[in-house]
C-alpha cells in the first residue's frame, strides 16, 4: 500500500522495541465488545487506477459550466482565473503546511495573509479585515453575533433580499445563540423599495443588507447607514460578487460598520458550493470584537520585519468558552488563491474586470429583453439581474438544459412554494461570455417560450 | 598535447561554516521578499483582458469613485513573489510535522488530481438538480462510507470544519431537547483536557460549561462525572481517544452515565486516526461525533484551512440533520434544501451554510477512502498506534512522559516538562531548539493538564527511518537541556530558532499596537 | 493608606471611601507581557470577588476581580493606553481602576503583605 510505508518486518521490530506481543496489546484500553475483528463492510482497497476510473465516470455524469453558455450566479459566480494561480496554490509549501502557530517557519503563510488582509480592507473600504471566514453565508452569522456583543442590544433587521441561504444560517445561528438574539427578515419582492429604515428601533443592533442584492438590485446605502447610526445600530453589508467591488462604491463609502464578502469570484472557482473564502472587515473601534484569526505585522530578534498571528485572545484556544467564536480553522488555501488572482489583476485589471462584468450584463439584459414574453425587472445592477417569464421559471430551466444551456437560477430554488416569484428567473452575467453565448441562450428561451 | 585554457577549479572549498552579511539581504536559496503593496502603482498589467466597450453604466448612480489602492505586478513578477513566500515554509512534504491532535499524514496528489476533474470543479451548486447527479451520488457514497465506518445511521455533510461541525452537533442536541420540551438542560459537561473549541461551542449556543477533572491515569474522572449529572444536564462532550493520546476505557459507562441522565453524548473526532476500522464509535454509545476530513481523510491543511467536518449522528438525533441533504429519488438523487421538502420524520433544526458542504473536501477524502479501502483504513490506524508508541517507548527514559507507564498510547504521545525542571528550558525553548533540527515542533502546551505539555502524533504515513531520525533529534535535544547550563549549553535553547528565515518575532509588539495591514509610508508617517 | 492583597492575586489600596484596585507583582510576572487592558465603565457598580476588569497577555486571558463592592469612579487610562505599565510597576502605577467603597466589611477578609507573601510560597 504506497500511503503506509512500515513493511512486516519493521512493525516487527518495533513491536519488540515497545515490549508488545501484538498490534492487539495496543489497542488493550478498548472495549472488547466495541472491537472490530474484520474490517468493516465497504469496498477494500483500490489502486490509482481504479480510483481515477470510479470517480471519473461519477464526474462525467455532471454538465460543466464551461461546456456551454453558463449563465448561473445566485451567490456563486463562473470567472475566468488564471492558469498560474492553481499552479501556486498546488506548490509543497502552501498546500501540506499548517496554521502558522510556529511563525519561524510560516512567514510565506503569514506574508500572504497580510497581503490578503490588506486587499480586502482595501476593496471593502474598510479599516481592518481577519484572515477569513469559512464563506460568506457562516461570516454573515459571526457578523450579526459581533454587533449584538457591540450593541448588546437583541434584535437583528434583515433584508428580505439578503440570499435566502444567507439569512437561514443567520437564523439559524441566531435561534440558537445564548445572546437570545431574535431575527426579523423583510418581505420577498423583486423590485418594490424596502423600507427597511422604518424597522430600525432602539433594540435594533444591526440592519443586514445584500449589495448588490439577491435579484441584482444595486442600491446607495448612504441614507440607511444614516438611519441606523442614528437609532445606535450597525449597518452590516453582504456582497455576495466580490468583483462587484471594481466598480461599484465600496460598502465603506457607504457607511458600512461591518463588511462580509463572499470571495469565491476571486482565484476560487465553481467548486459545487465549497470551499469558498469569508472575507470579513470591519472598523478599527470593533477590530477586537472581530471573529477568525488575524495577522499582524512584527519585527524579530534582528530588527527584520515579520508577522505573526496576533489578536489571539479573541480566539478559542485561549478565551474557550469566553471566545468571540469558536471558529478554529480559516480558508486558508482559498484565501492564498484570492490573494494571487487579485494580485495579477491589480488595480486596473480588478477595475477592467469588473467593468467587463458589468457590459457583459447590459448586453445580456438587451438580448433577453428582445425575447417574446421577457420582461427585464432590475434596473440597476452589477453583473446580475431578474426577469419575468410569461409561465414557471423552473420548468424553463429544465427545457433550457435540453438544448445545451444553463440560464440562470429560477428564484422558485431559492424560494420554493411563493407564488409571486414563481415566473422569475435570476440570471448572471461575466465576462466568459461571449456574444455567441448570449445569442444562444436568446434563442434558446425563445424558442423554449414558444 | 592540444593546449585548451577553459580550465576552472572544481575541488570543494573549505569555510561556509562563518555567517556572511550579503548586500541584499538574500541568502543564496532563502531569499527576502517584500509585500506587494511596496511595489506601489506602476501602470504594470498581470492578466490580459479585453478592453471594455465603454458603454453606458446602469450602475444607478453607485459607481465607485477613486483609486482602489492595489499594486500593480506583471505575471512572472507574481509568481516569483508567491514561490519565494513559499520557499519560507515548513510543510509535510518537507519532513515530518509531529503536531499532536492534528493528524498531519501525506496528502496524496491523486486527491487534488480527482478534485480539479471539470465534472466536480467546474459545476455550479444551483444547477438543476438533474445536471449534477454524478455530484450527489458522490455526496451519498461519502456519507454511506462514513456512516458504515463509525456506525451510526446519519449523517450532515454541510458543516465546513471541525469547530463548525460542533456546533452542528449540539445544536441537533439542542433541537432533539427542544423537540422533547425540555428547555432546562442547559448545561454541557466538558473535561478540563477538552480542545478550546468545545467549550466555545457550547458558549456560543448558550449552554453553560461545567469541567469535569481528569483521573492521575489521564482520563475523565467518571465519579465525578457522574456526581455532576442532573436534569439540567444537555450533554457531555469527550474526545475520544483523549487529547492525552489514551482512550478512554470507562466510555461506555460514561455514554450509559449520560443517558440514563437524559442527555446526550457528544463525541470530538479530532482523534478519529487512532481507531478508524478498527473502532465504531456507534457502540461505544456516541450519539454525535464530528470528522475531521483534513486530520483523519487527508485533505489537505493548506496552510489553515480549508477544513471539513460532517457529524454523524445517532438514531435520537438523525431527524434534526440540518439542510441541505441528499436522499435517493428513484434511481437517481435529490438535493433537500427546504423544511417543506422533509420528508416524515425529518425535522432539519436548520441550516449551517450556504449551498451543500465542502465539495472540494469530499472529493478528496472520497479519493483518499477509496484508495486505502476498509483493509487500508484499518491498517491505517494500526500503523498511526503503532508510530507513537514506538516514538514513546524510544523516548519515556530521556523525556517526562505523565502516562508513559500506565499502559499503551494512541496515535499520540503526550510528554510534559517534568524532565527540563532545573534546566531553564521551557517546553518553548525545546520547541524552538527543534526547529533547527529541522523539525516543525510538536504541539506545545495543549492539553492544559499536564505542565508544559508536548503531543508527538508522528501519523501513519512516516516511515520507520523518519521516526528513528527524529527519535535521535528529540533524545539529543533533552540530554543537552538536562546537561545543563554548563559551557552556554543551553544557548542552543534560549536564543532558537538560529536557522530559520526569522528568528523569534515580537509577539508582545504585535499585540499591543496592532498593524493588520500595509499602509503608504506617507499615511504611516502622518499617523505619528 | 493601608494595601489589603486578595488569594486572587489583587492588591487594594484605600484611602479613606477610595480603593485603588491592581494586580500583584506575582500575577504580572505569571502572565507575561501584558498587551491589552479592559478596564470598568465609569459609574458601573460592581460586586466583591466579580469579574471588573479584563488583563491579557499574548497567550493568555486573565480576568481581574473587585476585592471590593462599590461604585467605579475612575478607571487607568494610562495602562489602557500603555499596558506596558502593567509589567513596569503592577503594584503603583500600574493600578487598574478605583471604586469608592459601598462596604468596608469586604476589607475585613483580605491579606497583608506578609500573608499574601506567604500564601503564594505555599501555593506557588
Not at chain 1, 441584482?216 to 467591488?245: F, Q
Not at chain 2, 506545545?444 to 508522528?458: N, S
Request: glycine share 10%; proline share 5%; with cysteine.
Amino acid at each position: 500500500m504506497r500511503y503506509l510505508p512500515l513493511t512486516p518486518g519493521e512493525r516487527q521490530q518495533m513491536l519488540a522495541a515497545i515490549g508488545a506481543r501484538s498490534i492487539d496489546d495496543l489497542f488493550v484500553d478498548v472495549p472488547e465488545a466495541a472491537r472490530l475483528k474484520d474490517p468493516v463492510d465497504l469496498p477494500r482497497f483500490m489502486g490509482e487506477m481504479q480510483v481515477e476510473r470510479e470517480l471519473g465516470a461519477l464526474a462525467a455524469k455532471n454538465m460543466t459550466a464551461s461546456s456551454v453558455p453558463f449563465f448561473v450566479g445566485a451567490g456563486a459566480y463562473k470567472h475566468h482565473v488564471p492558469a498560474s494561480v492553481d499552479h501556486i496554490i498546488q506548490r509543497s509549501e502552501f498546500l501540506t503546511s499548517y496554521t502558522p502557530y510556529q511563525p519561524e517557519i510560516a512567514q510565506g503563510t503569514l506574508q500572504y495573509l497580510f497581503e490578503f488582509q490588506t486587499q480586502v480592507a482595501a476593496i471593502t473600504g474598510m479599516d481592518v479585515a481577519n484572515a477569513s471566514m469559512y464563506d460568506g453565508s457562516t461570516g454573515t452569522g459571526e457578523a450579526v453575533l459581533m454587533a449584538a456583543r457591540i450593541t448588546k442590544r437583541h434584535k437583528a433587521v434583515l433584508s428580505g433580499r439578503l440570499h435566502p441561504h444567507y439569512a437561514d444560517v443567520v437564523r439559524t445561528v441566531c435561534g440558537h445563540a445564548g445572546a437570545n438574539l431574535a431575527v426579523e427578515i423583510g418581505g420577498v419582492h423583486p423590485t418594490a423599495p424596502e423600507d427597511l429604515a422604518a424597522r430600525i428601533d432602539s433594540d435594533t443592533s444591526c440592519v443586514v443588507v445584500q449589495n448588490p442584492d439577491c435579484f441584482g438590485n444595486l442600491a446607495d446605502l448612504r441614507a440607511l447607514a444614516d438611519a441606523a447610526h442614528a437609532k445606535g445600530a450597525l449597518l452590516i453589508v453582504v456582497v455576495t460578487e466580490a468583483v462587484s467591488l471594481g466598480l461599484v462604491t465600496s460598502p465603506g463609502a457607504m457607511g458600512a460598520d461591518i463588511v462580509v464578502a463572499e470571495g469565491q469570484s476571486i482565484g476560487v472557482g465553481l467548486q459545487f458550493g465549497g470551499p469558498y473564502v469569508g472575507l470579513f472587515a470591519t472598523r478599527e473601534k470593533y477590530m477586537r470584537q472581530m471573529p477568525g484569526r488575524l495577522c499582524g505585522q512584527t519585527v524579530d530578534g534582528q530588527g527584520r520585519r515579520g508577522f505573526v498571528l496576533t489578536l489571539s485572545t479573541r480566539e478559542q484556544h485561549i478565551r474557550r468558552e469566553k471566545a468571540t467564536s469558536n471558529i478554529c480553522t480559516n480558508s486558508g488555501l482559498m484565501c492564498l488563491a484570492f490573494t494571487i488572482h487579485m494580485t495579477l489583476l491589480g488595480e486596473h485589471g480588478f477595475q477592467r474586470l469588473a467593468q467587463l462584468n458589468h457590459e457583459a450584463a447590459c448586453d445580456l439584459a438587451d438580448a433577453l429583453a428582445e425575447v417574446p414574453g421577457v420582461e427585464v425587472l432590475t434596473r440597476s445592477y452589477f453583473n446580475e439581474f431578474t426577469v419575468k417569464l410569461p409561465k414557471p421559471a423552473a420548468a424553463v430551466v429544465s427545457a433550457l438544459v435540453k438544448k445545451g444551456v444553463l440560464g440562470g437560477v429560477p428564484a422558485s430554488r431559492l424560494y420554493p412554494g411563493d407564488k409571486d416569484v414563481e415566473n422569475l428567473l435570476i440570471v448572471a452575467a461575466t465576462e466568459v461570455n461571449t456574444d455567441a453565448c448570449r445569442a444562444a441562450f436568446a434563442a434558446a428561451l425563445t424558442e423554449v417560450l414558444s | 598535447m592540444s593546449m585548451n585554457n577553459q580550465g576552472r577549479p572544481t575541488h570543494a572549498t573549505q569555510g561556509g561554516s562563518e555567517q556572511i552579511l550579503t548586500f541584499t539581504g538574500h541568502r543564496a536559496l532563502v531569499q527576502e521578499e517584500d509585500l506587494i503593496f511596496d511595489r506601489g502603482r506602476s501602470g504594470k498589467w498581470g492578466v490580459d483582458l479585453p478592453v471594455p466597450k465603454g458603454r453606458a453604466n446602469r450602475l444607478g448612480g453607485t459607481a465607485r469613485k477613486g483609486e482602489i489602492g492595489l499594486p500593480d505586478l506583471s505575471e512572472p513578477e507574481t509568481v516569483r513573489h508567491f514561490v519565494r513566500l513559499s520557499q519560507k515554509n515548513y510543510s509535510i512534504d518537507t519532513g515530518l510535522f509531529p503536531l499532536g491532535s492534528c493528524t498531519m499524514k501525506h496528502n496524496p496528489r491523486l486527491n487534488e488530481k480527482m478534485a480539479r476533474l471539470p465534472g466536480f470543479g467546474d459545476i455550479h451548486p444551483l444547477q438543476p438538480q438533474e445536471t449534477v447527479q454524478g455530484a450527489w451520488e458522490l455526496i451519498d457514497r461519502l456519507a454511506h462510507w462514513l456512516k458504515t465506518l463509525t456506525g451510526m445511521p446519519a449523517v450532515a455533510m454541510s458543516p465546513k470544519a471541525g469547530a463548525h461541525g460542533e456546533l452542528c452537533g449540539l445544536m441537533a442536541i439542542k433541537a432533539a431537547l427542544q423537540a422533547r420540551g425540555e428547555k432546562q438542560r442547559t448545561r454541557i459537561l466538558v473535561p478540563e483536557s477538552a480542545h478550546g473549541t468545545n467549550p466555545a461551542t457550547a458558549a456560543l449556543i448558550g449552554y453553560t460549561v461545567d469541567t469535569v477533572p481528569a483521573t492521575d491515569r489521564g482520563r475523565v474522572d467518571l465519579a465525578a462525572l457522574k456526581a455532576k449529572l442532573g436534569p439540567d444536564v444537555a450533554a457531555v462532550m469527550v474526545t475520544n481517544p483523549n487529547t492525552c493520546g489514551l482512550f478512554e476505557d470507562e466510555v461506555r459507562e460514561i455514554a450509559d452515565a449520560i443517558h440514563g441522565a437524559g442527555g446526550f453524548f457528544y463525541c470530538d473526532g479530532a482523534n478519529y486516526n487512532a481507531i478508524v476500522g478498527r473502532v465504531r464509535p456507534g457502540d461505544l454509545g456516541v450519539d454525535a461525533m464530528h470528522i475531521n476530513l483534513h486530520k483523519t481523510f487527508s485533505t489537505p491543511h493548506g496552510g489553515g484551512g480549508p477544513g471539513a467536518g460532517p457529524v454523524v449522528f445517532s438514531q435520537a438525533l438523525a431527524p434534526f440533520v440540518p439542510l441541505p441533504y441528499v436522499v435517493a429519488d428513484g434511481d437517481g438523487f435529490r438535493n433537500v434544501e427546504h423544511s417543506g421538502e422533509a420528508g416524515d420524520g425529518e425535522t432539519p433544526f436548520g441550516r449551517l451554510t450556504a449551498f451543500h458542504g465542502q465539495m472540494g473536501m469530499f472529493t478528496r477524502a472520497m479519493s483518499y477512502m477509496m484508495s486505502h479501502g476498509s483493509d487500508g483504513l484499518r491498517q491505517v490506524a494500526e500503523d498511526a498506534v503503532l508510530n507513537a508508541n514506538y516514538v514513546l517507548a524510544q523516548l519515556k527514559d530521556v523525556m517526562s512522559a505523565p502516562f508513559g507507564d500506565t499502559g499503551p498510547c494512541m496515535h499520540e504521545a503526550l510528554f510534559d516538562d517534568e524532565f527540563l525542571k532545573g534546566t531553564g528550558v521551557t517546553t518553548l525553548d525545546f520547541a524552538k531548539a527543534l526547529i533547527d533540527e529541522g523539525y516543525h515542533p510538536m504541539t506545545v502546551y495543549f492539553p492544559l493538564v499536564v505542565h508544559g505539555a508536548m503531543l508527538v502524533e508522528p501519523t501513519e504515513t512516516e516511515s520507520k527511518e523518519t521516526l528513528d531520525r527524529f527519535i535521535y533529534a528529540m533524545r539529543s535535544l533533552a540530554l543537552e537541556a538536562k546537561a545543563g547550563n554548563k559551557e552556554g549549553k543551553t544557548d542552543r535553547f534560549s536564543g532558537a530558532p538560529y536557522l530559520s528565515p526569522r528568528s523569534r518575532l515580537d509577539e508582545t509588539a504585535a499585540a499591543r499596537k496592532p498593524v493588520l495591514k500595509w499602509t503608504p509610508p506617507a499615511a504611516a508617517q502622518a499617523a505619528e | 493608606m493601608t494595601v489589603y492583597f486578595t488569594d486572587q492575586h489583587e492588591w487594594v489600596s484605600v484611602d479613606g471611601d477610595i480603593a485603588t484596585v491592581g494586580i500583584t507583582t506575582h500575577a504580572a510576572e505569571q502572565l507575561g507581557d501584558v498587551v491589552f487592558v479592559e478596564l470598568p465603565a465609569i459609574g458601573k457598580v460592581v460586586a466583591a470577588r466579580k469579574e471588573a476588569a479584563v488583563v491579557e497577555s499574548v497567550k493568555a486571558a486573565s480576568d481581574v476581580y473587585t476585592p471590593v463592592s462599590g461604585e467605579v469612579v475612575e478607571a487607568n487610562d494610562a495602562v489602557a493606553g500603555e499596558p506596558a505599565k502593567v509589567n513596569e510597576d503592577p503594584e503603583g502605577a500600574g493600578w487598574f481602576f478605583k471604586v469608592k467603597l459601598s462596604n468596608h466589611e469586604d476589607l475585613a477578609n483580605l491579606m497583608d503583605k506578609a500573608a499574601y507573601d506567604a500564601f503564594v510560597a505555599s501555593n506557588g
